[in-house]
C-alpha cells in the first residue's frame, strides 16, 4: 500500500498538497518542479525548501490568520509536463501565485503561463538572461540570476586564481550555454587565454578524450558548468586520469554536502560556488541560517543545501507578497500580488531579496568555495571568505 | 596511446553494458527497454554492498548477478503472457516497467546520485599511458564475458540450439529445440550478465533511478554495430564506437560526439542493418 502511494506520487498522478487543510479559507498556491525524472534530485530539494517555508508562515498563524495551502506538482523534468500542470494549477485551482522550477527550460513554459494568467510566478533556479531580457512579463520574478555566478566566478579567476590558460566545459542547456559564453568573454578580455571552449551533452558517460586535451593544451584551470551527476564523472576521471589543475571550478553541482560524500577524499581542494549553506550565509542572517538549517535538519531529517535555500526563498518571496496584500486590503489578485512582489524588499539568508523591473533580483551573489577536509568553506570573494584557500588545488 | 587505452577500456564498458541486451533480443526477439534500468538495480545492488558491509566491488558481482538472474526470469513470465505482435508488445510492455522500476527505484533508493569511489591509477611506461584499476576491471570483465557466450554459442550443443532459434525459431522448432527452454535460458543469462554490467557501470559512471535510458541507448546502439547473435562483434563494435567518440571528442570536440556516432549508425543501418560483422554471403554463420 505504500508502495503504491509513494508510487503515485512519485509518478506525479495526483497533487502534493501540503500544510494548508484548516477549515477557514485557506490560501491556495502551486509549486510545479521536477519531483522524478532526470532533475528529480535538485527538484526535491527545491520542493522541500518551499515546504519548509510554508510550514514556517502557518506555524506563525499564516497570511492574516489565514493557512497557505500549497498544491506541489511534478513536471516529471520535461517541459511540456510542466505547461499541463501549470494549466491545471492555474485554470482549475486557481492558485494565488506559482513558485519553484528548476532549470530555464522548464521555467520558460510556466512563466508564459503566468503572464496569460496574471498569476504571479517567482521562480526558484532560473537563469537564462533571455527569460526577463526585453520582454515584459510583469509576473514572472526569480530569486537567482546569472551574474550573481559569472561575476564572482570570473573575478575569482582574474584576482586569485591568474591562470594562465582555461578551459571552459558546458552542458547544452539554455543558461549552462549562456554561462559558458558570458564567462568566456569576460576572461578574454581581462587576458586569460580560453584554450578549450566545448559543449557536452548533459549525462555523457566518458570525459577521458577531453582531458587528455585538456593535457595536451597545458590547460591551468577547468570551468565546468556541467550538473551534479557530470561532476562526479569528471572529477573521477581526473584523478584517475593524475591530471594536474591549478583550479577546478564546478559552478553547479559541487559545492553540496552529498557530493562531498559521494566523492570523499577525491573531492578534496574542488572549488564550487553556492549561494547558501550552513555556515556560510549573509552577513547578518546567521541566526536565521542556523534556525534554518536546524529546523530543516529537525523536518526532513537531511541536512539542507543551496537548492534547498533557493526554494525557501521564492517561497518566502511569495508568502511575504501575498502577506503584504492582504495587510493592505488587496484582493489576492495577480496584478496586486505582482505589483507587491516588485516593492518586496526582505532579507533572506541566501540574499537581500529585492526585484529589479525585470524580475530579476537585485542583490543576488554567489560565493566561491572550496572543500577541505570534507568541509565547503567559502573563499570568494574577500568580504564573504570563511577560510584560506589550500594549494594545489585540486 | 593514452588515447587508445581510453578507447579501448570505454568500448569494452559499452560491450559489457551490450551483451545482456543483445542476448535477450536475438535469442527471444524481445526489446527490452527496461534494460537500462535493470542495469542499474544490479549497480544499486552492489552500491549497497560496497557502501553498507564494505565488500569489494569484485564481490559484489555474484550477488548481483544472481538478483538480476531472477529479475529476468520475473521479466520472461511477464512476457509470455505477451501476444503477437511480440517485438512491438515487448517494446511497449517493457517501456512500461521501466517506469515502474524507475519510480519504484526513486522510492526505495532516493533521487540522490550515488558513486562508488574512484579507482586508483597506474602509469604503466611502456605504453606512456595512464589506466585506472577500473578500466583494467572493465575490459578483463567484458573480454572473459564475451569470450565466454561466444564459447557457449559456438563451441557446445546448446548454443547451437540458441543460434539456431536466433536464426529461425520455427525452423528451430521443427528440428525438434525447445525453443521456449531456449527462451527462458536466453533471459536468465542475459539477466546474469546484466548483473555482471550493474556494478561496474555503478563504478564507471554513477546510479540514478532515471538514468537508465543512456545504457539501454548505448546496448541497442552497440548491438546494431555488431548485428543480431554476434557476440564478438559486441566487443569489436563496442572497441570501434568508443574509438570513434574519443576521436571526436579529441580531434573534433565534445560537442561532436553524439552527432559523428549518430550519423556512422545511421550510415550503418542504411548500408549494413545486418550488423558490421556480419557475413551475408554465408547466413547462418556466427561470427
Known amino acids: ?394 | 596511446m593514452q588515447l587508445l587505452v581510453n578507447s579501448l577500456a570505454l568500448g569494452s564498458f559499452y560491450a559489457l553494458i551490450a551483451l545482456g541486451f543483445a542476448l535477450i533480443f536475438g535469442v527471444t526477439r524481445t526489446f527490452n527497454l527496461a534494460h537500462g534500468e535493470l542495469i542499474l538495480l544490479g549497480g544499486y545492488i552492489s552500491y549497497f554492498l560496497f557502501k553498507g558491509a564494505g565488500i569489494h566491488i569484485l564481490w559484489t558481482l555474484p550477488p548481483s548477478m544472481l538478483a538480476l538472474l531472477g529479475a529476468a526470469l520475473v521479466l520472461h513470465a511477464i512476457l509470455r503472457r505477451v501476444r503477437e505482435p511480440y517485438e512491438l508488445n515487448t517494446l511497449v510492455v517493457t517501456f512500461g516497467l521501466a517506469l515502474v522500476l524507475q519510480n519504484a527505484m526513486l522510492v526505495i533508493f532516493t533521487a540522490d546520485y550515488r558513486l562508488i569511489g574512484h579507482g586508483r591509477q597506474f602509469f604503466l611506461e611502456s605504453l606512456d599511458a595512464y589506466v585506472s584499476d577500473t578500466q583494467i576491471t572493465v575490459f578483463l570483465t567484458s573480454l572473459l564475458a564475451t569470450l565466454s557466450v561466444h564459447f557457449l554459442m559456438r563451441k557446445t550443443f546448446l548454443g547451437k540450439a540458441l543460434r539456431a532459434t536466433i536464426q529461425d525459431r520455427e525452423a528451430a522448432r521443427l528440428a525438434g529445440i525447445h525453443v521456449d527452454h531456449m527462451t527462458l535460458i536466453a533471459f536468465g543469462t542475459g539477466g546474469a550478465l546484466i548483473g555482471l554490467a550493474g556494478p561496474l557501470y555503478a563504478q564507471t559512471t554513477y546510479l540514478h533511478p532515471f538514468g537508465g535510458s543512456e545504457p539501454t541507448l548505448l546496448a541497442i546502439i552497440v548491438s546494431i554495430f555488431a548485428g543480431v547473435g554476434r557476440t564478438r562483434g559486441l566487443l569489436l563494435g563496442g572497441w570501434l564506437l568508443g574509438t570513434i567518440e574519443s576521436a571526436t571528442v579529441f580531434f573534433l570536440g565534445s560537442s561532436w560526439r553524439e552527432m559523428v556516432s549518430a550519423m556512422i549508425l545511421i550510415g550503418l543501418l542504411l548500408l549494413r542493418p545486418e550488423g558490421l560483422w556480419s557475413e551475408r554471403s554465408k547466413p547462418g554463420r556466427e561470427a
Not at chain 1, 510542466?82 to 492558485?95: F, G, M, P, S, T
Not at chain 1, 577531453?210 to 577547468?222: H, I, N, T, W
Not at chain 1, 535538519?297 to 543551496?306: E, I, L, V
Open chain 1, 1 to 394: 500500500m505504500f508502495l503504491v502511494a509513494s508510487l503515485a506520487w512519485s509518478s506525479g498522478l495526483g497533487p502534493v498538497t501540503a500544510a494548508g487543510t484548516v477549515g477557514s479559507p485557506g490560501i491556495t498556491i502551486g509549486e510545479i518542479d521536477p519531483l522524478t525524472g532526470k532533475l528529480a534530485k535538485h527538484g526535491q530539494e527545491i520542493h522541500e525548501g518551499i515546504l519548509y517555508a510554508v510550514e514556517e508562515a502557518n506555524s506563525k498563524g499564516g497570511i492574516q490568520g489565514r493557512k497557505i495551502e500549497v498544491i506541489s506538482r511534478d513536471d516529471q523534468s520535461l517541459p511540456d509536463v510542466a505547461i499541463n500542470q501549470a494549466e491545471d494549477l492555474l485554470y482549475r485551482y486557481k492558485v494565488s501565485g506559482l513558485v519553484g522550477g528548476y532549470v530555464d527550460s522548464l521555467v520558460a513554459p510556466v512563466s508564459e503561463l503566468a503572464a496569460k494568467y496574471h498569476v504571479p510566478y517567482v521562480a526558484s533556479a532560473s537563469l537564462q538572461r533571455t527569460l526577463t531580457l526585453g520582454r515584459n512579463n510583469p509576473f514572472f520574478f526569480r530569486v537567482a540570476h546569472l551574474d550573481g555566478i559569472v561575476e564572482p566566478l570570473c573575478s575569482f579567476l582574474e584576482k586569485v586564481v591568474r591562470p594562465a590558460s582555461v578551459a571552459i566545459l558546458y552542458t547544452a542547456t539554455p543558461g549552462s550555454t549562456e554561462f559558458g559564453q558570458e564567462v568566456k568573454a569576460r576572461l578574454i578580455r581581462s587576458g586569460i587565454d580560453v584554450k578549450v571552449f566545448e559543449k557536452f551533452r548533459p549525462g555523457s558517460p566518458d570525459f577521458s578524450a577531453f582531458l587528455l586535451k585538456l593535457r595536451a593544451d597545458g590547460v591551468e584551470a577547468l570551468v565546468c558548468g556541467g550538473f551534479f551527476p557530470d561532476h562526479l564523472i569528471l572529477v573521477r576521471q581526473i584523478r584517475e586520469q593524475n591530471l594536474s589543475l591549478k583550479a577546478y571550478v564546478g559552478p553547479w553541482g559541487v559545492a553540496y554536502p552529498s557530493f562531498v560524500e559521494e566523492m570523499g577524499a577525491a573531492a578534496e581542494r574542488l572549488f564550487g560556488m553556492c549561494a547558501w549553506n550552513q555556515g556560510i550565509t549573509l552577513p547578518g542572517t546567521e541566526t536565521a541560517s542556523e534556525a534554518f538549517a536546524e529546523g530543516f535538519r529537525k523536518r526532513f531529517g537531511k541536512t539542507a543545501n543551496t537548492t534547498t535555500m533557493h526554494g525557501y526563498t521564492s517561497a518566502r518571496a511569495l508568502i511575504a507578497a501575498l502577506e503584504g496584500d492582504l495587510k493592505s486590503g488587496g484582493s489576492l489578485k495577480g496584478e496586486d500580488g505582482s505589483r507587491r512582489l516588485r516593492a518586496l524588499d526582505i532579507l533572506t539568508p541566501m540574499e537581500r531579496l529585492a526585484f529589479d523591473e525585470k524580475g530579476d533580483p537585485r542583490h543576488y551573489r554567489q560565493v566561491v568555495v572550496q572543500i577541505q577536509s570534507g568541509r565547503l568553506v567559502a573563499v570568494h570573494p574577500p568580504d564573504r571568505a570563511g577560510g584560506h584557500i589550500q594549494w594545489p588545488a585540486p
